[in-house]
């Protein structure tokens, strides 16, 4: 895995490569997947922030609309008013470096403002391009993932990988986004059957290809599910699971409900690719 800086907001960096990096979710919504609820106000958001980050996470993902099939869509505002308390206060604290989960430009706009680093857009620029703009004027870092939904994919799933990911990152260039702040993030169980999820893993690393940083969003999917035979809320040792095949393929970043458990598992994977480089006793 190539060392390199991942360039953010507000003058901040990251170095990614030589250490897995950990962004923990935090979902300050009724009705996510498997976590609704559970941090929707904002002192109870702050307080998951603040343990996410004592366990070792480095960036915390904070969204306001559920992203789970089904969901029932949100309006700009009421997003925003989720979202923005729990960011400006995360922020003022320094403590981690903060991203904010929308596809909206007018949600990052607001969120950057209040101190957010990074923009995970879910639709990889493919829904408001005009993120690919406010990120270029802010030198904000940018998760692109990648999504099946809405559109027909290729049989394929790598083909299909690289056929949506070349649009977004096109985007991203005529906007003026330098590849130094493009994370990629393929975008695991966004419209994917549980085959195609396993298939993603096994093929992992021919997305080395992009020669850009690769973040896995696996945490507590149905794909997990299928195979353990566990509930939502129970998945934490399958995704940990997940986790360390990815990094073992090329992943530099994780986005994870459970981070105490896939920091601990992630330090494992470090070790043995530390083994594998030359001149390691």
Known sequence: MTDRSWML???RHLDLGGK????????????????????DTTENALAQARRMVAEGAAIVDVGGESTRPGAQAVTALEEQRRVLPVIEA???ERGCLVSVDTYREETAQLALAAGAHIVNDVWGLQRESGIARLAAATGAGLVIMHTGRGREKLPDVIADQFAFLDRSLEIAGKA???RESVVLDPGFGFAKEVDENLDLMARFDELKAFGLPLMAGTSRKRFIGHVTGRDAEHRAAGTAATSVILRLRGAALFRVHDVAINVDALALADAMLARDKPGSS
């Open 20 to 39: 897995a990096v950990v962004m923990g979710v935090l979902n300050v919504t009724p009705d996510s997947f498997s976590d609704g609820g559970q941090f």
């Open 176 to 178: 003026g986004v330098g």
């Open 90 to 92: 995360l922020a003022a």
């Open 9 to 11: 907001a507000h003058g």
